[in-house]
C-alpha cells in the first residue's frame, strides 16, 4: 500500500512538473511577442518568381514594372492619329514567350471533350461504374445537413451578424440557424407538431417542446455511409421522368436487375441531384475504342448521315464550355444610401415597400443594419432580373409574421404583436426588388451617427456564366482569302502533328478570353492540390502591357529588336510579314511559321511582330489615348448583343504573316471585331506579378524574401 501511495504521488509530482514547464511554453507560443504587434504567425512564404516552386508557369518571362512613352516612332503612313505620345507606367507581369500553340489550345479542346465524356459516363453508368468517373469529398454530408450547409449567409438564408443590434430583443432572438436544425427541413413544420414529445434536431439534440430546452443526445451519423453512396449511384434520379411511353418512378434503381439494390433510410437524391457535389476524375482514363463506352459515347460522334467515307469523328459543334467571371466594374458601382429610419419589424417584406405621394419610405426613421436601398425598376442596377417575368431577387429570407417566439430562452410566450418566424420553410420566402443593389452594412450609432459601409443584397449579380464552343474556326484560311488555294491549310492546319508549335488561329476574341480562364482554373486546382496559395488568372493583356513587353525596355525603337531596319546585319528579315511587294517566304515562312522563329526581344519575347497579330483585352477606341489613364491604362467595354459593331471592336497588335511592315511597328495600333476568327490573329496570356515587382527580380526573390522568414 506504501508502494502504491509513493508511485502515485511520484505520478502526480511529474505531472506537476511537466506542466510548471509545460504552462510557459504554451504561454510563450500564445503571447510570447508581449502583446506587440507581428501580424499572423505562420502563413507561408511567397516566392514571386519561378525559384518559388510551382509559383510560375512554364513558358512565361517576367516584364518588371515601368514606363514608356507611346506614340508614333517613325511617320504616321496612314494619317490614323490614332497612337499620340504618351508617358504610361505599367506594373510588372508575366507574359508568355510565345503565342498559344496549336498543340496547346489542343489540350483546351480535348479537356472540354473529355470533360464532357465523363460526364455522360457518369451519369449513364451504374452503380460502382459511375462512381470511378467523378471523386466523391471526404466530408460528404447526408440530406439533410447538406441542404441546411448550403443555406449560407443572412443574404441568401442562413445566420446573421447583425441580430446583436436589431432593435428588438425578441428580434435577436431569432437565430436562423438553430431554426434550421429544427427536425426536417423538407418534412414536418413546426406550426402542425401537436405533440409534446421531444422534437429531434438535426445536429443531435432533442428539444423538449414543452420547456423549450434543447438536450444532449448521441450524435446522428451526419457523412454519408457506403449504403447512401450506393443508394446515389444506382439512381439516375429522384424525380419522376418519362423515358419514352414509359414513366420510370421516382428513386427506383435505374439498372433491369434489382437484386442489387441498395435502400437509405433517406433519399440522398441520385446522380442527377449529387452532381454540383462531386468533381470528375481526372485520373480515370477514357478508352474511346472500347465497344461499351463507345456505344455509351455515341451521341457524341457525326451521325452516319454526316461522316465521311464512314470516318467516326468527333462532333465538334458539341464542344461548349461553361464557364464564369466576376464583373469587378459592376460590383466597383455604388447606389444611394439611404441611411434614415425604417422599422425593421413592418418592412421586412421589401417587395411591399412603395413610395408615397409626400416620400413615404424616405422620411422614415432610422434604419436598422439589414436595411437595404429602396429603389424603383428605373434605378441604379436594375437591368438584371432573377426570378420569372419580374425585377426581384430571392434575398434575405427571414420571414416575420405574427404569434409565439419560438425557442424563447426563458420558456415563456410573447406578446401576440410580436413578429417570429413561424416556421423552417419561411427560409426560402422573402423577395427584393433591384438584384444587386447596394446593401447597408454599415450602423447608425446612438449619437445618429452612420459609418456608411456597403455591400451588395445579391453578389451572384455579378458573377457572369459563359457558354462558348470552343473548337477554331478551321475554314478561315478559306474565307480570309477568296481568290486563293488555302484548303490545305483548313485541312490540316490545326489537327496536323506538322503544326503542333505553329500558333493557333481562328479563334475569337470570347474564346481567347474563355481559355484564359480554364488555363487559369487548370493551374490554381493543381496549386490548391499541393496546398498552395492562389496566384492572379492568366488572361489577355491590355494595350498598355502588349506594347511594354513589345519594346522590352528599348524606348522609342521602332520594333521589338530595335530598330530603324527590319533586316539584320546579314540582310535576313528579322520577323514573319509580307516583305517586298508580296515574297512571302523571303522572310523563311509563307504562312505561319513556329512560335520560337526568329530571335525574341530583350524581354525574352517571341514573335512580337509578325507571324500572328494577337488579340488584346483592350476595346479599340480612336482617342484611347486621350483619355486612357497614365497608371496602367485600359478601356474595357463589355458589348452586348444589341450594341453597333463599333463597340464590338478589340484591339489587336503586332502584325501577321500576311501584313506589311508597318504593322509590326510597337506603335501601329488597329482592331478586329471581337466575334470574327482570323487566319492571321492569334493570342498570349498574361499574368499580374504578385510583389513590388523591380527591375532586381532576383532580389526580390532573394534579400526580400530573407527578411519576410525572418519577420515570420
Excluded at 493557333?504 to 490554381?524: C, E
Aim: proline content about 4%; aromatic content about 14%; charged content about 25%.
Amino acid at each position: 500500500m506504501f508502494f502504491s501511495n509513493q508511485i502515485t504521488k511520484n505520478i502526480t509530482m511529474k505531472k506537476l512538473i511537466y506542466l510548471t514547464f509545460l504552462f510557459p511554453i504554451l504561454f510563450s507560443c500564445n503571447s510570447g511577442v508581449e502583446g506587440n504587434l507581428v501580424g499572423v504567425r505562420g502563413r507561408e512564404t511567397f516566392y514571386p518568381d519561378v525559384l518559388g516552386p510551382g509559383k510560375l508557369p512554364l513558358g512565361m518571362v517576367y516584364i518588371p514594372s515601368g514606363a514608356y512613352q507611346t506614340g508614333e516612332d517613325d511617320e504616321d503612313i496612314m494619317g490614323l492619329h490614332t497612337s499620340r505620345v504618351k508617358t504610361v507606367s505599367v506594373p510588372a507581369f508575366y507574359m508568355d514567350q510565345t503565342e498559344i500553340s496549336n498543340n496547346e489550345y489542343r489540350q483546351f479542346v480535348y479537356w472540354v471533350r473529355d470533360s464532357i465524356a465523363r460526364e455522360k459516363l457518369y451519369r449513364r453508368s451504374y452503380d460502382d461504374d459511375a462512381e470511378r468517373w467523378i471523386n466523391v469529398p471526404d466530408n460528404f454530408f447526408k440530406e439533410p445537413y447538406r441542404t441546411f450547409i448550403n443555406m449560407g449567409s443572412d443574404v441568401q438564408g442562413g445566420n446573421t451578424p447583425f441580430q446583436l443590434f436589431m432593435d428588438s430583443t425578441n428580434n435577436a432572438e431569432v437565430d436562423k440557424t438553430l431554426l434550421g436544425l429544427l427536425g426536417d427541413i423538407e418534412g414536418a413544420k413546426m406550426k402542425k407538431i401537436k405533440s409534446e414529445k421531444p422534437l429531434d434536431l438535426i445536429n443531435g439534440y432533442k428539444l423538449d417542446q414543452k420547456n423549450n430546452i434543447p438536450s444532449s443526445e448521441k450524435r446522428p451519423e451526419v457523412v454519408m455511409t457506403d449504403a447512401d453512396l450506393r443508394s446515389i449511384f444506382q439512381q439516375y434520379t429522384n424525380k419522376e421522368i418519362n423515358k419514352g411511353e414509359r414513366k420510370v418512378k421516382a428513386g427506383n434503381s435505374d439498372k433491369a436487375s434489382k437484386s442489387g439494390k441498395v435502400n437509405s433510410s433517406y433519399d440522398q437524391g441520385g446522380r442527377l441531384e449529387n452532381r454540383k457535389y462531386f468533381t470528375l476524375n481526372w485520373e480515370q482514363k477514357i478508352d474511346y475504342e472500347d465497344a461499351e463506352t463507345s456505344f455509351l459515347l455515341s451521341d457524341m460522334y457525326y451521325s452516319e448521315s454526316e461522316q465521311f467515307y464512314k470516318r467516326k469523328e468527333i462532333d465538334t459543334r458539341l464542344l461548349f464550355f461553361d464557364y464564369y467571371w466576376v464583373d469587378f466594374k459592376e460590383a466597383a458601382k455604388r447606389g444611394k444610401i439611404i441611411t434614415k429610419s425604417v422599422d425593421s419589424r413592418n418592412n421586412f417584406h421589401y417587395d411591399s415597400i412603395l413610395p408615397t405621394r409626400d416620400g413615404g419610405i424616405y422620411k422614415k426613421g432610422r434604419r436598422d443594419p439589414l436595411g437595404k436601398d429602396y429603389k424603383v425598376s428605373d434605378s441604379h442596377r436594375s437591368t438584371l432580373y432573377t426570378d420569372k417575368g419580374g425585377d426581384k431577387v430571392w434575398v434575405d429570407t427571414t420571414v416575420f409574421g405574427k404569434g409565439k417566439q419560438y425557442g424563447d430562452p426563458q420558456g415563456a410566450e410573447v406578446d401576440n404583436t410580436i413578429y417570429s418566424i413561424a416556421d423552417t420553410n419561411s427560409l426560402y420566402g422573402t423577395v427584393l426588388q433591384n438584384p444587386g443593389q447596394d446593401l447597408d452594412l454599415g450602423f447608425t450609432n446612438s449619437k445618429g451617427q452612420h459609418n456608411a459601409l456597403r455591400g451588395h443584397t445579391d453578389r451572384s449579380r455579378f458573377i457572369v456564366k459563359e457558354r462558348i464552343n470552343v473548337y477554331p474556326d478551321t475554314l478561315c484560311w478559306m474565307r480570309d482569302f477568296t481568290y486563293a488555294n488555302n484548303e490545305a491549310m483548313s485541312q490540316n492546319y490545326f489537327w496536323n502533328s506538322a503544326y503542333d508549335n505553329y500558333p493557333v488561329v481562328g479563334v475569337t476574341w470570347p474564346q481567347a478570353k474563355a481559355f484564359s480562364v480554364w488555363r487559369s482554373q487548370l493551374f490554381h486546382s493543381w496549386l490548391q492540390s499541393n496546398g498552395e496559395m492562389f496566384v492572379n488568372d492568366f488572361r489577355l493583356p491590355t494595350e498598355t502591357e502588349w506594347e511594354r513587353g513589345a519594346r522590352g525596355d528599348l524606348d522609342l525603337s521602332q520594333y521589338p529588336w530595335g530598330g530603324p531596319y527590319i533586316r539584320n546585319a546579314a540582310g535576313c528579315f528579322l520577323a514573319n510579314f509580307k516583305p517586298l511587294r508580296g515574297r512571302y517566304f523571303e522572310d523563311g515562312g509563307f504562312h505561319t511559321v513556329k512560335v520560337y522563329s526568329y530571335n525574341p526581344n530583350a524581354f525574352g519575347l517571341y514573335c512580337m511582330a509578325g507571324n500572328v497579330a494577337e488579340w488584346c483585352s483592350t476595346t479599340f477606341d480612336e482617342s484611347m489615348y486621350e483619355f486612357g489613364h497614365d497608371m496602367s491604362g485600359e478601356y474595357d467595354y463589355q458589348a452586348q448583343d444589341g450594341d453597333p459593331a463599333v463597340k464590338k471592336r478589340k484591339v489587336i497588335r503586332g502584325g501577321s504573316w500576311k501584313d506589311i511592315g508597318y504593322y509590326l511597328m510597337n506603335s501601329t495600333r488597329t482592331y478586329e471585331y471581337q466575334d470574327t476568327a482570323k487566319s492571321y490573329i492569334g493570342f498570349r496570356n498574361v499574368m499580374t506579378h504578385l510583389g513590388r515587382g523591380g527591375k532586381d527580380i532576383d532580389q526580390e526573390n532573394g534579400e526580400e524574401i530573407q527578411s519576410d522568414i525572418q519577420l515570420k
